[in-house]
């Protein structure tokens, strides 16, 4: 069974950071792109950035380039998304999402994260 | 950036009727298309790739097309589980991936 569990949400102050992950189990992590997708309270989804299985190849849109950082650790089946110069426009539900290629497969649950 | 835009934004519809949302894309996205359904409380589920392919386990009433800018999504004789949001969602500009707005799909 899939499972894709993401923690790290919380309140943080404008200008702050935190630090979410996201463990995953259930497919084969290492050949698996992974991406980080949002959802504002009552809005819509917005990804907000991708890794590739080897993390050689990663992207950002443009609402959270050069403030977010991806990564993941393949021998812990693990996807982090640092977050730093947080602004009130990021207050939303963080999704971590797995797939083959550029489809999103695997979806978590989401963890919230309240810029205030 | 591909802007999509979905329609209706609300669709009222009946258990057993088969309703057609449809998304636009500004842009060509090939066949480059997804399709997501959300329930309150839950994570997007992929119901469609590739504009038509339905996702590992997803029920034969729920069917995509289009290719280009145009592509709708049936669900043909609708039951309660069925009403939710749905996403559309191109991946062909790549990776600047969008979303549409959503169709909130309601019992009517």
């Known amino acids: 069974e899939v499972q894709v569990v993401e923690s790290g949400g919380n309140l943080a102050q404008p200008g702050g950071s935190l630090r979410l992950s996201c463990a995953a189990s259930?497919?084969?992590?290492?050949?698996?792109?992974m991406n980080w997708v949002r959802q504002a309270p009552g809005k819509g989804l917005e990804w907000i950035s991708y890794?590739?299985?080897?993390?050689?190849?990663?992207y950002y849109g443009d609402s959270v380039k050069g403030r977010f950082t991806i990564s993941r650790d393949n021998a812990k089946k693990s996807l982090y998304l640092q977050m730093n110069s947080l602004r009130a426009e990021d207050t939303a539900v963080y999704y971590c999402v797995g797939g083959s290629g550029r489809l999103f497969e695997y979806w978590g649950q989401g963890t919230l994260v309240t810029v205030s | 950036e591909t802007v999509m835009t979905q329609s209706p934004v609300t669709l009222s519809a009946s258990p057993g009727e088969s309703v057609t949302l449809s998304c636009r894309a500004s842009q060509s996205a090939s066949s480059n298309m997804a399709w997501y359904q959300q329930k309150p409380g839950q994570a997007p589920r992929l119901l469609i790739y590739g504009a038509s392919t339905r996702a590992t386990g997803i029920p034969a009433r729920f069917s995509g097309s289009g290719s280009g800018t145009e592509f709708t999504l049936t669900i043909s004789s609708l039951l309660s589980e069925d009403f939710a949001v749905y996403y559309c969602?191109?991946?062909?500009?790549?990776?600047?991936?969008?979303f549409g707005q959503g169709t909130k799909l309601e019992i009517k």
């Open positions: 890794i590739s299985g080897s993390s050689s190849t990663i």
């Open positions: 969602q191109q991946y062909n500009n790549w990776p600047a991936i969008t």
């Open positions: 259930g497919f084969t992590f290492t050949s698996h792109s």
